[in-house]
């Protein structure tokens, strides 16, 4: 007897916890970032952004050459770049610094604009020092706090190295405009 009761009460409740998930819609949780693995799946989608790096950086006051180095040295071009660390883009905005200037690091024109933008704080910011321009390009790199920390480019040869490449390409595409 008491193996039936207990067979019918969990009939019972199987029943009643299916009819309540008929009743109530289901909670539908989404993630609150995309997952880099997902993001990382995108096929690489090479753009040539001049036109919306002119706009960007004559918006801002930024070199046009020294927005176009960041792209070359972030993503090589790929729209779709994404970073280990999880940063998006042309510009490889992390996906906080892409919220704090209402970008979608996916949309080109949104990536550019808000980099450019972020870019040209930090050259105001660095503008004072004798070495401003490498402490921008180290900050876009290794984040400002670092940057500051450090009182200077910081002695990671990853943000070293990315100085001297942006600073290289800039170069280049300086000469490219003459």
Do not use: W
Not at 83 to 111: C, F, H, V
């Amino acid at each position: 007897m008491k193996l039936i009761t207990i067979v019918v009460i969990f009939f019972c409740s199987a029943l009643a916890q299916e009819y309540r998930l008929l009743l109530e819609p289901p909670v539908i949780k989404f993630p609150t970032r995309t997952p880099v693995l997902l993001l990382s799946k995108l096929p690489k989608k090479i753009v040539d952004p001049t036109k919306m790096i002119h706009a960007s950086a004559k918006k801002h006051n930024v070199r046009p050459a020294l927005v176009k180095s960041i792209v070359a040295a972030e993503s090589a071009f790929n729209a779709n770049a994404v970073s280990q660390k999880g940063a998006l883009g042309l510009m490889q905005l992390m996906p906080e610094t892409a919220r704090q200037y209402g970008a979608d690091p996916l949309i080109p024109e949104q990536n550019i604009e808000a980099g450019t933008q972020y870019l040209g704080e930090l050259i105001q910011r660095y503008g004072k020092y004798r070495n401003g321009l490498k402490r921008a390009i180290a900050a876009y790199n290794a984040g400002p706090g670092t940057v500051d920390r450090y009182k200077g480019i910081p002695p990671y040869k990853e943000t070293r190295g990315y100085v001297v490449r942006v600073l290289t390409y800039m170069k280049q595409y300086e000469r490219e405009r003459s």
